[in-house]
C-alpha cells in the first residue's frame, strides 16, 4: 500500500492541509480508499469535517479506513477540539467511527424522494 498525503489549500496554511490521505494499490496502482477533508464554517468558527470516506469493497476489512481516519484526527488533533462527520444510521461505518471515540451530535433528517414519474422523463432525455 501507497499512502498519499492531500495538500488542499481549501484546508488553510497550517498542519490540517495534510489531514486528508489517498490509499493506493501498490500493485495495480489503484486508488483504493479516500479520506477526504474541509473546513466546515459554523457561524465565523472553522472546524474540519468529512466529506469523502470510502474503501473499495476488495480491500476492506484491513483497517484501512480506521487508519486513515486516526491520521486525520492525529494531524488535526492539536489545533482543533473536535473533527464533525454525517453518517447513515446503521451503516457499516457507524461502528467504525464509534470504536474511534466519535459521539452523537445533533441529529440532521433529510429525506430525498425521487418519483417514478420523473425517472421516466429522466429517461426521455436520453
Ligand atoms: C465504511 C468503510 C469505509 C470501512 O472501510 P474498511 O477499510 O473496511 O474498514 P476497517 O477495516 O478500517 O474497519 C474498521 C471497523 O469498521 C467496522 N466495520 C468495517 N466493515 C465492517 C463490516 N463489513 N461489518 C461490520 N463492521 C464493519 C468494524 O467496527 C471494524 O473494526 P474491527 O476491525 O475492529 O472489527 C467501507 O465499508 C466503505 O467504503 N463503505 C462504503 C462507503 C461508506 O459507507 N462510507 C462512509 C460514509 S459515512
Avoid at 37 to 52: A, H, I, S
Amino acid at each position: 500500500m501507497r499512502i498519499v498525503s492531500v495538500n488542499q489549500k481549501d484546508l488553510g496554511k497550517h498542519s490540517q492541509e495534510n489531514a486528508s490521505t489517498l490509499v493506493y494499490d501498490m500493485a495495480s496502482n489503484r486508488l483504493v480508499g479516500v479520506c477526504l477533508l474541509f473546513m466546515e464554517d459554523q457561524q465565523r468558527t472553522f472546524y474540519p469535517g468529512l466529506f469523502n470516506f470510502g474503501v473499495l469493497p476488495a480491500h476492506r476489512n484491513r483497517r484501512i479506513a480506521a487508519n486513515m481516519l486516526k491520521r486525520a484526527l492525529t494531524v488535526l488533533h492539536s489545533e482543533y477540539p473536535i473533527m464533525r462527520l454525517g453518517l447513515l444510521q446503521g451503516t457499516y461505518a457507524e461502528l467504525l467511527y464509534y470504536n474511534l471515540g466519535f459521539m452523537p451530535a445533533d441529529v440532521e433528517v433529510e429525506a430525498c424522494v425521487l418519483p417514478t414519474s420523473e425517472i421516466n422523463l429522466l429517461k426521455s432525455f436520453r
